[in-house]
């Protein structure tokens, strides 16, 4: 028998009415809205007529509704320590958008009031852990195909001049708390977990407001590997999305999917040692073995962030573990917290 989740959706904008209710929409046997708040009354209709919620305009309302089980919270990235802590704090478990919140004081604090095991819980919405490009490369990276991967490049870059209020530092604006928790979350599961090393520069490029809109974070991996990520909003040119540089091969993204190049792992690789004598005439600077490539075309389908909903029913129905842990989430805002704090922030071109 269906036993769905009752759901209170808090901040019905661009993240609750534009992604979330579109998720929920295809899982109506986990999920039910059966609440929803925002501070504009008109927004909570859409989901009175539609799913017969019940409807608030403040959150503290739909906090204290006994039937509601799980509080999602949509809200502006500058409101999301506030309206969690109210909920975890009326025993409430609570799925909280990105960012987490605005520094690894905050997040310390929320995790100590939602990881207790008997509750409430914390539960942290990195959907982009479940895309399927990142995943599919984890696995590429995982069959040794490519060999040592010692370095990723990864971006998110275009051209936009943006005016809404994620420009705006105060309403918690700016790239390194918009994409920044996707990338950054990213960059970490390459670099191993955790960092040795850390460099980064932001910028103010072409966006409105106050905030970046240009980000470089270059990683030093516990695991060694080099994970240069960027980010922007003021590159006419975008690059791809991913490359992977790996000992015995390579990969780069595309429209549709990825391009790996790799030596065949079928065919053994001949010792090589170093000739410290000097080259002869018309010697080259390689070696005259040849190379066995294998290229190909790799096309990769569907977006699969959405199945976060999927991990968190079956973490609240069945006990599983929930795969984005609280620790990872708190490191996410910790490495926000150290790149806002030791970079110079750049004027307006």
């Not at 089980?69 to 025993?91: F, G, N, P, Q």
Request: net charge negative.
């Amino acid at each position: 028998m269906s036993n769905p989740i009752k759901i209170g959706l808090v901040g019905l904008g661009r993240a609750g009415n534009g992604m979330h209710r579109w998720e929920i929409d295809m899982r109506s046997d986990k999920f039910v809205f059966f609440a929803a708040c925002d501070i504009i009354e008109e927004r909570t209709k859409v989901f009175a007529d539609k799913y017969g919620s019940r409807t608030y305009t403040k959150i503290e309302d739909l906090i204290a509704d006994p039937e509601v089980e799980l509080v999602s919270i949509a809200t502006r990235s500058c409101d999301h320590y506030k309206h969690a802590k109210m909920a975890l704090l009326a025993k409430k478990d609570v799925m909280l958008e990105k960012p987490f919140c605005m520094s690894l004081k905050q997040a310390e604090e929320l995790i100590a009031l939602g990881s207790e095991p008997a509750g409430p819980h914390l539960y942290i919405r990195h959907n982009r852990r479940f895309e399927v490009e990142f995943r599919k490369i984890c696995e590429i990276i995982d069959s040794g195909i490519l060999g040592d991967v010692y370095e990723i490049k990864l971006t998110r870059n275009g051209y936009q001049r943006r005016n809404d209020w994620q420009t705006i530092n105060e309403f918690g604006g700016g790239q390194l708390l918009n994409w920044g928790p996707h990338i950054i979350d990213h960059s970490l599961c390459f670099c191993g977990g955790d960092y040795k090393e850390l460099y980064s520069n932001i910028k103010h490029v072409a966006a409105a407001g106050d905030c970046e809109d240009h980000i470089k974070i270059v990683f030093t991996g516990i695991n060694n590997r080099i994970v240069d990520m960027e980010i922007s909003g003021g590159v006419a040119l975008p690059t791809p999305v991913y490359r992977v540089y790996g000992s015995k091969g390579a990969l780069v993204s595309n429209d549709k999917g990825f391009h790996l190049k790799y030596l065949d792992p079928a065919i053994a690789l001949s010792p090589i040692k170093a000739n410290p004598n000097t080259p002869g005439d018309g010697v080259g600077f390689g070696n005259e073995e040849p190379l066995h490539w294998i290229e190909e075309d790799m096309e990769v389908c569907g977006d699969g962030t959405d199945c976060i909903w999927d991990a968190l029913y079956e973490t609240i129905r069945f006990g599983k573990a929930y795969p984005i842990k609280l620790s990872q989430a708190a490191k996410v805002i910790e490495v926000i917290e150290k790149v806002k704090e030791g970079t110079i922030f750049a004027n307006n071109l």
